[in-house]
């Protein structure tokens, strides 16, 4: 079974440009969960889809926002760059109702100039 | 506050050796508690889970508690290699709502 992939790998973006990253779960995991990785601020939670629907959201402004598809996949994007937005972003999917165990991409790393 | 504490930023141990790296949390009740491995530069990966109404848990070399009395979760690796060196993270998710709060790390370095 293939993990979850992300696209693109890196990225170099500058100040108030906008970003979208994808993510496709492994085969079958309806759940996806995204994450931003700094060295500062460790692993913080942004959202989770399941089925179409965000579930939940982390405490993340408006400019970060996500959807995913019918066939499980999601993106997320994230409008009008700012220096702090540099990060390691991470999607990870889960098979159930509940996250439980997730299965993380290997994440999406974006540096804004 | 609500909090998740790993207690060590770095551990750094002797191959063969026992690590033991700690979870705190504060103000949750979580109906599980799960541990990740993660390597630089790349993604998280689950390692091992356990439930509240569990004890301990063992996979191989790895050893998880979990004392909700404490709030406290302890990983162990007995036997540790070179190998093991990584950074591992606790988490959970406090309200079961899909929200899952992950602790700083521990960066564990295993000397030969």
């Known amino acids: 079974k293939a993990g979850v992939t992300q696209t693109p790998r890196y990225l170099i973006k500058t100040r108030g440009q906008q970003v979208t990253l994808s993510c496709s779960p492994i085969s079958g995991h309806r759940s996806v969960s995204w994450y931003q990785q700094t060295p500062g601020q460790g692993l913080q939670f942004l959202f989770e889809?399941?089925?179409?629907?965000?579930?939940n959201k982390g405490n993340f402004p408006g400019r970060f926002s996500g959807r995913q598809f019918s066939n499980s996949r999601s993106e997320m994007n994230v409008s009008t760059l700012e220096l702090g937005d540099s990060a390691l972003y991470l999607c990870?999917?889960?098979?159930?109702?509940?996250?439980?165990?997730?299965?993380f991409g290997p994440g999406t790393r974006l540096l804004v100039l | 506050s609500q909090k998740i504490e790993q207690n060590s930023e770095a551990l750094n141990i002797q191959e063969g050796k026992t690590a033991t790296l700690t979870c705190n949390y504060t103000n949750y009740s979580p109906a599980y508690l799960q541990w990740y491995r993660q390597d630089p530069g790349r993604g998280p990966v689950f390692l091992l889970l356990i439930r509240e109404n569990e004890k301990e848990k063992r996979k191989e070399r790895l050893k998880v508690t979990f004392d909700t009395t404490l709030k406290q979760s302890l990983f162990h690796i007995t036997a540790s290699q070179p190998a093991d060196s990584a950074t591992y993270l606790c988490?959970?998710?406090?309200?079961?709502?899909?929200?899952?709060?992950f602790g700083a790390g521990t960066r564990l370095t295993v000397k030969p």
């Open positions: 889809y399941f089925s179409e629907t965000q579930r």
């Open positions: 990870a999917s889960s098979s159930g109702r509940y996250q439980e165990t997730q299965y």
């Open positions: 988490a959970l998710d406090p309200y079961n709502n899909n929200d899952m709060r």
